[in-house]
Nanobody
């Protein structure tokens, strides 16, 4: 019944920007930590960013600090990832996830996952 749906992926040139959205349903959105992960082709899934239920605490991977911004709108049951200064190495399938508690950078704390959205950054 729980559903997370990502959108906003696409093709962009290096240095450009993209905004991803993840709409949640079937859960008490405001009670969950929300995270973004990505998986480049042929590589392991990696942590990107996370935000706690109230938005008070935010966590980023070192590789995206200063370039990406995570935010949430609990009234809309939606979490966002604003991606600026994109690099070719940011190319990956991006997934959003929801978890009740734990270490935000650990994928095993998340109970629910979206289907993913492709982000491709050209040189």
């Amino acid at each position: 019944q729980v559903q997370l749906v990502e959108s906003g992926g696409g093709l962009v040139q290096a240095g450009g920007s993209l905004r991803l959205s993840c709409a949640a349903s079937g859960l008490t959105f405001s009670a969950y930590i929300m995270g973004w992960f990505r998986q480049p082709p042929g590589k392991e899934r990696e942590f990107v960013a996370a935000i706690t239920s109230s938005g008070r605490y935010i966590h980023y991977a070192d590789s995206v600090k200063g370039r990406f911004t995570i935010s949430r709108d609990n009234a809309k049951n939606t979490v966002y990832l604003q991606m600026n200064s994109l690099k070719p190495e940011d190319t990956a399938v991006y997934y959003c996830a929801a978890g009740p508690r734990g270490t935000p950078s650990s994928s095993n704390m998340y109970d629910y996952w979206g289907q993913g959205t492709q982000v491709t950054v050209s040189p």
